[in-house]
């Protein structure tokens, strides 16, 4: 093994360590708040839902060029991806059962399957596209990335997109369905999270194949520059444009609806406005310049100060939103209101956006999951048989 | 079939908070087994089953300051509809239950009700609780209109704690498909409101505005 896989290797280690304490200390919480009934969901929750649409788009793109398209250059970094796919959905996973307060039930969640929740269909949807991820690596490990192509191959490529976007739609629409929560909007919040997820999808997959993978493994970078710069800068530029699109509706909708105006004003211009704005600049306007120039100039550069960009830009749009639909109804329905300001005092809904944008033992789990992902994606590009044409010498997939 | 409901007369209540600590000692509070009876740290209120709010102005739809946040057992429960696990149902006699034993904490329902009804208490409690239904940390914890008190199945015909403590007669409980019953005539009679009913949950929790609006109310 190269002595930088071994580096990335112990980072990953040790940054998953914060994940660990994160979680540690969520699940053992002892302090009672009136803030855990008003605004339940923090940035564990934003955290499953970026590192899974992260998963999701990384797949997404992978599966569209070669299941749809059968480009020939995609299947040089195909096993690569498939690995950063999962190496992203993992962390993900743990999240969503870290984040449970009685984790030890869910498996009512398929035994008592609510056919009306979209937490139990994500359950499911979690399952399958999971499955279809796993069993399209290891058909591209066991018979080869050429067969990617094959009809199998395809069916597998094209099934898991249809998992992935029916998750990344559902997820964003958990928020959504509700009377409750006045800003959160199915449609735009379904839509908008497909957008983010190729979004982030381009981001990841510069990130894992043109930094990590071309750092630890066979990949040289001048391969890398001609499979693939040009295709992910497009595509980070392009669905930089989508997402800017959907959030322009979804924030066209909470003008339009009065109770949402809350929400508007809190993520425009109040309380929630810098992460707000910084997400977007970041996660739109900057990726659309960034992605252009890498696409135009093949410049290295760009492309991953745009691909880090978008992924700080695109958890801090992804998680504004998320709070906004939560503080808003503190305004925009009056028994909430009353209780916060019962419960909390003068300055409620600051101590609600404190508790949710700044939780530490929340961001701790959601930062370390970068470590967790770090070690799984490192730890599968060394042990897993990922270079174009190897044979799997030991347990279906290994080296 | 039974449908279990309450009303809550603003012209009677006096706001001396006797349903709340009733409900407090009824369905939070602990008994530690030497003799002490312990409920959670911090705002204990806020954890009651029944919560007194008072606005800074009228509540547009029960025309009064002071109120109270309780769970509504809506007829079309938004939190039993985004229950993932079917922990949060709907009894036979129409009140919204919790089973503790299928709820993952995933917090929807909390996120889900309109009415701010659900709260959950991540603190430690020592002791036992009084009864299989009564407040566990790290559940999204409700008003279940006392129903250990009586069954899931049949007619609402037992008293819920806080309808037992009001010295004014302000809490009403009764079944709302018993035309004979107090409840059922009030609410077929157009005397009481609920809270959003433009939400489409159908509430069974029913204020009596006070007298003044009542004109304006009937119209409405």
Known sequence: ?399 | MARAAMIIDLNKCTGCLACVEACLRENVARYTGDGRYVLPEGNSVFYARTKPVIATGRNVYVDSRMYFVQCMHCDNPPCALVCPTGATYKTKNGIVMLDHSKCIGCRACIIACPYGARSLYRGVLEGRPLHRYALEPGYPDKCTFCVHRGSTSGPAEWTPACVEACAFGARIFGDLDDPSSLVSRLVREGRVVTLAPELGTRPKLFFVPPARSMPRTRRG
């Open chain 1, 1 to 399: 093994m190269k002595r930088s896989w071994w580096a990335l290797l112990v980072i990953g280690i040790v940054w998953s360590v914060l994940m660990g304490y994160g979680i540690y200390a969520y699940q053992t919480i002892a302090e009672p708040s009136p803030l855990y009934a008003l605004v339940p969901w923090g940035a564990m929750v934003t955290g499953y839902v970026f590192f899974a649409i992260s998963s999701g788009g990384v797949f997404d793109a992978l599966a569209i060029r070669l299941g749809l398209y059968c480009e020939e250059e995609a299947k040089r970094v195909a096993r690569k991806t498939l690995v950063l796919a999962l190496a992203l959905l993992i962390p993900g996973i743990v999240l969503v059962f870290a984040d449970l307060t009685h984790v030890e039930h869910s498996g009512w969640i398929y035994a008592g399957f609510n056919v009306t929740s979209r937490i139990a269909w994500n359950g499911i949807l979690y399952i399958v596209y999971a499955a279809f991820l796993v069993a399209a690596l290891v058909y591209a490990i066991r018979a080869g990335e050429e067969r990617l192509t094959s009809t199998a191959g395809r069916a597998l490529l094209i099934g898991g997109l249809l998992a992935s976007l029916a998750l990344e739609y559902n997820l964003g629409s958990v928020f959504g369905v509700n009377v409750a929560v006045p800003a959160w909007f199915a449609a735009p919040m379904g839509v908008l999270n497909i957008a983010l997820a190729f979004l982030l999808g381009a981001a990841w997959s510069h990130i894992g194949l043109g930094e990590v993978a071309s750092t630890v493994t066979g990949l040289t970078r001048e391969e890398y520059r001609r499979c693939c710069v040009k295709g992910v800068s497009k595509e980070l530029a392009g669905m930089a444009v989508a997402t800017g699109f959907m959030v322009a509706w979804a924030l066209v909708q909470m003008y339009s609806w009065g109770s949402a105006h809350p929400a508007l004003e809190t993520l425009v211009s109040g309380g929630l406005a810098a992460p707000f704005w910084v997400g977007f600049a970041l996660a739109v306007p900057l990726a659309i310049i960034l992605g252009l120039y890498a696409h135009y100039r093949a410049s290295r550069t760009a492309i991953l100060a745009g691909s880090i960009l978008t992924i700080v830009g695109g958890f801090l749009l992804l998680h504004s939103i998320v709070a906004a639909g939560q503080t808003g109804r503190l305004a925009a329905l009056q028994s909430y209101d009353l209780l916060a300001s019962h419960a909390l005092g003068p300055g409620g809904e600051a101590k609600a956006l404190g508790e949710l944008m700044t939780n530490p033992v929340e961001l701790a789990a959601f930062i370390g999951g970068f470590g967790l992902w770090l070690l799984l994606y490192t730890l599968g590009l060394g042990v897993l048989a990922v270079e174009p044409g190897e044979k799997p010498r030991r347990l279906l997939v290994f080296r």
